[in-house]
């Protein structure tokens, strides 16, 4: 009997272990079946995602046919004045940006247009400007150091980190710096236009001219140029040729390049609404001499528009000497706004203001 019994406890025992096997099995079965149908994506999902994309297809087909009807869009493309970067940055506290021997000042370029301007002085006064006052600053613009006009190009503020950047560059370097931001832009009042913004820079030029000796030396570093004025020298830094081609080839741009109409809903828009910005024109009837600075990995205005402007530049003055051009290799990716990391820059920028005639 004790055999017997053991006999049915064996039994008993291979059952219960067979039974926890088949549990197992079981329960792996129903695992496999809860992740083949959670691989399925739900019909909901699947809907969701349909409409999300045929929303993207139906924004982008309707930006075109907007442009000519709402041209405020252009206008904020173009200018990207709204975007003003640096966030949270008091305009009228420069020290905050280290920019600790610079004047923040307001002025009336007309009625109801108030710019904000930075005066940064020579970086040997730094501790002669501690403290002082904006006569002070004004009287310091008459001790015959160069002076540069600063004009950043569009989108963003005075105090964007590489702008800061070249005001410091041109401080080492003893020059006096003025730098705006145009109508609609940082803390300036008002709204952007083409000739908006040469009025602004007109006042400005005026303004230090005014306040400065017979003797010092101009340079403006600028996005437009300007025509009619002559400087002892002017700058300008990754330019582009006219905001047609540039338009052509912005990411905006390039993103609607082979959309229907291309020319007519974006470039014919900016065009009708006069935003043209002809750097190239204006370098026709420019008779300063001229310093071009560009990079070779520019990702905003490719080099074969610096190209073609110093081209242009030198076919209208009919001179090598007065045109320079200086490209920065695409190894040291510098793109659009790097330039001022440059360590040969300052002597770049040196050698042409001394070559300037007195």
């Known amino acids: 009997m004790q055999r017997t019994g053991g006999s049915v406890s064996k039994r008993l025992r291979m059952r219960k272990r067979t039974g926890d096997q088949d549990s197992e099995e079981q329960k792996t079965a129903r695992n496999k079946t809860k992740v083949s149908s959670s691989a399925q994506p739900s019909p909901r999902l699947s809907w969701g995602f349909k409409r999300g994309l045929l929303a993207v297809c139906v924004i982008y087909a309707s930006v075109p046919f907007m442009m000519p009807l709402f041209p405020d869009i252009i206008k904020h493309l173009v200018y ?119 009025t602004d820079t007109l006042y400005l030029y005026q303004w230090v001219k005014a306040r400065s000796g017979s003797m ?60 043209i910005f002809p750097n190239d024109e204006n370098l026709k009837r420019m008779r300063s001499p001229l310093l071009i600075l560009h990079a070779e990995d520019d990702h905003i205005a490719p080099l074969h528009m610096a190209q073609q402007l110093y081209e242009i530049a030198q076919s209208a003055q009919n001179s090598e000497n007065r045109v320079k051009m200086i490209p920065f290799a695409r190894s040291l990716g510098y793109l659009h706004n790097g330039l001022y990391k440059d360590p040969h820059l300052p002597n770049i920028i040196g050698e042409f203001v001394h070559s300037l005639p007195p």
């Open 216 to 275: 010092t030396r101009w340079m403006v570093q600028i996005f437009l140029l300007l025509s009619g004025i002559v400087v002892d020298g002017v700058i300008i830094e990754g330019a582009f040729t006219n905001i047609r081609q540039k338009g052509a080839h912005n990411l905006f741009g390039w993103f609607y390049w082979n959309f229907p109409g291309f020319e007519y809903f974006f470039l014919d828009t900016m065009a009708e609404n006069n935003i």
């Open 80 to 198: 990207s004045h709204r975007v003003r970067v640096p966030f949270f940055v008091d305009h009228s506290q420069p020290a905050k940006l280290s920019l600790n021997h610079t004047m923040n000042m307001y002025l009336i370029s007309e009625q109801g247009i108030s710019l904000g301007v930075w005066h940064t002085v020579p970086e040997s006064q730094w501790k002669e400007a501690q403290g002082k006052d904006l006569e002070w600053y004004q009287e310091s613009l008459g001790d015959g150091n160069p002076i540069i006009i600063y004009l950043h190009g569009n989108g963003g503020t005075r105090a964007a980190s590489h702008r800061v950047g070249v005001i410091h560059l041109l401080s080492a370097m003893d020059y006096h710096v003025l730098a705006l931001d145009y109508r609609g832009f940082g803390d300036s009042t008002g709204e952007p236009t083409e000739v908006g913004i040469t």
